[in-house]
C-alpha cells in the first residue's frame, strides 16, 4: 500500500472513528477543547504506526480497539501531565445514559429518582483511581458488558473484570453511605 493509498484509507478511518473516539476522551480528560487535542494526537500516533507496519499486517489489526487503546493512552498521558488528584465528571449525568429497567413506568418522579442515581454514581466514579475511570464510566453510566467493555478498550476479558471489580470496591465504599443517607 503506497502512501496515497493509505492517506484515503486514514481519512475513512477517522470520519468513522472521530466521534467515538472524542466521546471516549471526553468522559477521560473532562474537556472538550482537551479531547479534541487527545483525538487528534491519537489519531497523529495511529497514522504514524500505521506507516510503519507492513501492509500485509495493517489487514489483521484490530482498527477500532487498537485506536481505543491508543486514545486512552494519550488522555491518561494528558491527565497525568496536568497532575488533577481526580477528574471531575459531574456533568456526565448529561451525557446518553441508559436508563434503568427496575420500573414501567415513565413518571417525573421515576426521571428524578433515575438522575439523582445517576448523580450519585458519577460522584463514586470520582472516587476511582485514574486507570479505573474508563472502564468504571463505560460499565456502570452506560451499562457495557465486560466483552464490549474489552472490545471498545482493546483489553483482555481478564483485565477488564479486575478492573472492573476494584472500582466497584472503591464505589459501593462512597455510595454506601449516601444510599443509607437517603
Same mark, same amino acid.
Given at each position: ?9 486514514? *481519512? ?92 414501567? *413506568? ?41 466483552? *464490549?467493555?474489552?472490545? *471498545? ?30
Amino acid at each position: 500500500m503506497n502512501t496515497d493509498s493509505l492517506d484515503t484509507e486514514f *481519512e475513512q478511518i477517522v470520519r468513522h472513528h472521530e466521534h467515538k473516539l472524542y466521546g471516549f476522551a471526553l468522559r477521560i480528560v473532562r474537556n472538550p477543547e482537551d479531547a479534541e487535542e487527545v483525538v487528534q494526537d491519537a489519531f497523529l500516533r495511529a497514522y504514524r504506526a500505521l506507516k510503519a507496519i507492513p501492509p500485509n499486517k495493517r489487514d489483521s489489526l484490530a482498527l477500532k480497539p487498537w485506536l481505543f487503546v491508543i486514545t486512552r493512552n494519550v488522555a491518561l498521558n494528558r491527565l497525568r501531565r496536568k497532575h488533577p488528584r481526580f477528574v471531575p465528571i459531574d456533568e456526565m449525568v448529561d451525557l446518553d445514559i441508559p436508563v434503568s429497567l427496575h420500573s414501567n *413506568e415513565q413518571t417525573p418522579e421515576f426521571y428524578m429518582e433515575q438522575r439523582e442515581y445517576r448523580e450519585l454514581v458519577v460522584q463514586a466514579i470520582r472516587e476511582v483511581p485514574e486507570n479505573l475511570r474508563p472502564t468504571a464510566t463505560l460499565r456502570f453510566l452506560h451499562g457495557m458488558t465486560h466483552t *464490549e467493555i474489552a472490545e *471498545e478498550v482493546g483489553r483482555p476479558l481478564g483485565t477488564v473484570k479486575s478492573h472492573v471489580y476494584r472500582a466497584a470496591l472503591r464505589m459501593r465504599r462512597f455510595l454506601r453511605p449516601e444510599l443509607h443517607a437517603a
